[in-house]
């Protein structure tokens, strides 16, 4: 394996995506300390983001797009900590919706936008760094239910946001992953049946 070069990675690093590649950065270093610490990948995956958001959001100091793209930011940072030290990428994904669903609850943002909005940027990432596409959905759907009891949400309604929010980013790279992610989502989980929304809009139009 080739030695991590991060020291050096300010040398012509193609810039990221996003502006807030330190928000990415930190949630990464963070979810790795976390996990690295400890048994429990969820616990520690929800620990390591409900901190990291509150103390973000209260820096935001405002709800809106802001607290959505740093909801974004560190879902996308956890996934990527989490494939980096080898974890269980299903139990990791439990916990980022529950820590993401948590962090965010004070700042008042929509609660199935959050769910659908954490499950799309998680798939993606996971997506991108070839992780574990069907434990990552499965995950995403059961934080999404166990958070939706927490917040006094419908178990249903959370479950299928998760669902079209993880389609949604499949349906952007393949129809192989759009059919993984369906495959996994339409298990019953948790004893919640998944409906899907529009289950033919995500595929290719034809």
Avoid at 39 to 53: C, E, K, P, Y
Avoid at 151 to 158: I, Q
Avoid at 172 to 185: N, W
């Amino acid at each position: 394996m080739k030695p991590n070069s991060s020291s050096h990675q300010n040398e012509s690093k193609p810039n990221m995506k996003t502006k807030n590649s330190g928000t990415i950065e930190a949630a990464k270093n963070a979810i790795v300390a976390a996990i690295k610490g400890s048994g429990d990948v969820v616990q520690a995956t929800v620990s390591a983001i409900t901190q990291m958001l509150s103390t973000t959001i209260k820096d935001t100091g405002k709800v809106g797009t802001s607290v959505t793209d740093t909801m974004a930011d560190v879902a996308s940072g956890a996934i990527r900590g989490t494939v980096q030290v080898g974890a269980d990428l299903g139990q990791a994904a439990k916990g980022i919706m529950l820590g993401v669903l948590r962090g965010t609850k004070e700042a008042g943002t929509e609660v199935l936008h959050t769910v659908s909005h954490t499950a799309q940027v998680a798939v993606r990432d996971t997506l991108e760094v070839g992780g574990d596409l069907e434990a990552a959905a499965t995950g995403l759907v059961t934080g999404a239910i166990q958070g939706a009891k927490e917040l006094g949400v419908s178990a249903e309604d959370a479950a299928a946001a998760a669902a079209d929010g993880a389609l949604k980013a499949a349906g952007e790279v393949s129809s192989t992953a759009v059919e993984t992610v369906r495959k996994a989502v339409t298990k019953p989980i948790n004893g919640v049946k998944v409906v899907l929304k529009e289950p033919e809009a995500v595929l290719s139009n034809n």
